[in-house]
């Protein structure tokens, strides 16, 4: 059995996650914001929606579903976060549930990751991340709804993740973000010779999308504000002493905001 995830572009750097299984045409969608290029994929590989996962309520992450459903009918199976409003979400979920499929085959747990919005969720299994908003390839999603406490708790989750864990966020910031990334911690040899393979991935735009925990825990200041090159370069941007690591990060991230 051979799972495929394809990434089908929307907006101007959206990633919806399209995930099939080899010789099947059923079709698991991740949060597709668009429906253009969602029925496009579908009509050009002949395919069967049968699932959509959503991680959060923001419009380019569900702006497709109320279009896909009446294009392919009512019995497509959408979860989402319990605590958010998901248009025609018929299985709402919370931390410790598990989402079962048949075909494609799959399984995954999901975790509570507040911080971008409060009801925020991710898919996870013994191989893949899909994360949304929350964690990005050298980044991490702004804090819209929740507190710098409640992101860096969900990192946390996150950095407990094997390091093989493939991860497969929604947005293409990568380059961004490692320029940020390389302020914060510019002694960061695996940093900058990251920065490298990413400027030429992109010049082919070729997708620095998905990453791998090992990546992000090696060069994503979000996840480094235990490392001593992190945390004083937080404290040179405030000009104060940081006592923790919650402090640390939440002083990056203000950084970002304004990088």
């Not at 089908?8 to 059923?26: C, G, K, R, S």
């Not at 579903?65 to 009512?74: E, I, P, R, T």
Request: aromatic share 8%; charged share 20%; hydrophobic share 40%.
């Amino acid at each position: 059995m051979t799972i495929n995830i394809t990434a089908i572009h929307a907006f101007n750097d959206n990633y919806i996650w399209a995930i099939t299984q080899e010789n099947e045409p059923e079709l698991t969608l991740v949060d597709p914001g668009q429906a253009e290029p969602c029925i496009d994929y579908i009509e050009a590989n002949d395919l069967k929606l049968t699932n959509i996962l959503i991680t959060h309520h923001h419009g380019d992450h569900v702006g497709a579903v109320k279009a896909l459903v009446a294009q392919y009918g009512n019995d497509i199976n959408i979860y989402g976060p319990a605590t958010e409003n998901i248009p025609l979400c018929r299985y709402p979920l919370t931390e410790g549930d598990s989402v079962n499929i048949d075909k494609p085959q799959l399984s995954f747990q999901v975790l509570d990751v507040p911080g971008h919005t409060a009801g925020h969720i991710v898919y996870v299994n013994d191989d893949v991340l899909f994360c949304g908003d929350t964690l990005f390839s050298g980044g991490c999603g702004r804090l819209f709804e929740g507190t710098p406490a409640q992101m860096h708790h969900s990192l946390a989750k996150l950095k407990q993740l094997p390091p093989s864990t493939t991860v497969y966020c929604a947005h293409e910031y990568t380059l961004a973000n490692l320029a940020f990334a390389q302020a914060v911690e510019p002694n960061n040899g695996e940093l900058n010779e990251y920065v490298e393979t990413a400027k030429q991935l992109r010049a082919q735009q070729i997708a620095t999308i998905p990453t791998t925990m090992a990546r992000e825990l090696a060069i994503n200041p979000f996840l480094r504000a235990d490392q001593a090159e992190v945390q004083q370069s937080a404290q040179s941007y405030t000009g104060a002493t940081l006592s923790n690591e919650v402090d640390v990060f939440a002083a990056v991230r203000r950084w970002k905001d304004e990088f």
